[in-house]
């Protein structure tokens, strides 16, 4: 007799398991822990062979009777339903997305939980409806091209380049995973519109960066926040070494931050004079970070730092977002803030270039800055600290 739902929910679990017939080889089984699971009975080439459909009531009654109908088709066509199944699958995990999906995975907790997430969406929204079941190691140049120019058709030429981005990175794991032996996206290079440079928004004329100080410093919200934004200030460092400084990093004692290689942006070591202002605020997050491994851990879990967000929308939140006429102000934007006062009060180029961690073209002149001039370093970084208290109290002639 066939099943209703009524009658399948109502089987109890017995010692051993039992079966339960639909018809046409549909039956269900029911285990002693409760759980009921599909099964689909079929001859193939005078062979019995047994597929599972799934449990209930995750794939219900409708489900299974469709499955069952699906299987019932490919033996008349002489198809094996099993070789089938295991070629799908097996031609699903060398797919793009299912090795793109791998790559995200392993590279959570490696990157910000934001960038994860807009990556993510980027592939579901833009590579996966048309490179994404395909094989990873069938995919070629002008494919990928394709799909990359489909979206800047739409005006997201930077997007295209970000993704290609992405994409390269995929396919270099599937290389060193076995599943590919190139990265087609290395025979790209010119091939996508350039992306209109934008600089990252700044406020750098004194009597308004003194207004931006007055309004960060009336910020309220939590302490840990507070202190970044104003660290972010007065270190001006990228946005990403500040929210992710580790207290290993940190000597207050010498009033120094060595961020090591690896966080920074060139891959080289780089040391953060810290004037009296900001040992004091550093001093101060010790209070708030709770004795782990970060000093801005994020609240939810403090083995995670800062969300690359947070500081963007602290500014945004003071009304430095560009909306309703207001200016706008990124986390990034200190570093042109400083730039521009410093060259203005006359320091020397290449010792602002030095403390910015932009990289020299000479090698030579790079080892000998990096080797004699952190005492001169340490005298700028606090004449900048003073300098930005001097603008926030008002106390610049303009």
Request: glycine share 6%; hydrophobic share 40%.
């Amino acid at each position: 007799m066939p099943l209703t739902d009524t009658r399948i929910r109502t089987l109890k679990p017995r010692d051993k398991p039992y079966k339960i017939t639909d018809g046409a080889g549909l039956f269900l089984i029911v285990r002693p822990n409760g759980s009921k699971w599909w099964r689909q009975r079929y001859q193939f080439q005078g062979k019995e062979q047994l597929l599972s459909l799934g449990t209930y009531p995750d794939t219900g009654l409708a489900d299974a009777r469709e499955k069952r109908d699906a299987i019932r088709k490919q033996v008349a066509k002489g198809i094996d339903p099993s070789a089938a199944r295991k070629a799908t699958r097996a031609a699903f995990e060398d797919s793009f997305a299912a090795i793109a999906a791998e790559w995200l995975t392993k590279r959570d907790g490696e990157i910000s939980d934001s960038t994860l997430e807009t990556t993510r969406a980027r592939f579901q929204t833009w590579v996966y409806p048309v490179i994404g079941s395909k094989p990873i190691a069938s995919l070629d140049p002008p494919a990928v091209l394709a799909m990359l120019r489909r979206i800047e058709s739409r005006g997201k030429v930077e997007t295209a380049h970000r993704i290609k981005s992405a994409c390269s990175q995929v396919f270099r794991f599937a290389i060193a995973t076995g599943r590919a032996q190139r990265d087609p996206t290395l025979d790209l290079r010119g091939a996508l519109k350039t992306p209109n440079e934008r600089n990252l928004a700044a406020i750098v004329e004194p009597r308004a960066v003194g207004e931006l100080l007055r309004a960060v410093w009336s910020y309220q919200g939590s302490p840990l926040v507070e202190i970044a934004m104003k660290l972010s200030a007065y270190l001006f460092v990228r946005p990403g070494e500040l929210r992710a400084a580790e207290w290993a990093e940190l000597n207050l004692d010498a009033a120094e931050w060595r961020i090591p290689g690896e966080r920074m942006k060139r891959g080289r070591p780089h040391i953060v004079p810290l004037a009296r202002q900001t040992v004091a605020l550093f001093k101060e997050a010790e209070l708030h970070s709770g004795g782990g491994r970060f000093v801005f851990p994020t609240s939810h879990d403090p083995k995670r730092p800062m969300s690359e967000n947070t500081i963007r929308a602290g500014l945004a939140r003071l009304g430095y977002d560009g909306e309703n006429g207001n200016p706008e102000h990124t986390a990034h934007g200190w570093r042109s803030t400083a730039s521009t006062l410093l060259n203005e009060a006359g320091y020397n180029a290449d010792l602002i270039e030095l403390q910015l961690a932009h990289q020299s073209t000479d090698d030579v002149r790079r080892a000998y800055n990096r080797a004699l001039r952190l005492e001169e370093r340490r005298a700028m970084m606090k004449w900048y600290a003073d300098k930005l208290d001097e603008l926030r109290a008002q106390r610049v002639k303009q």
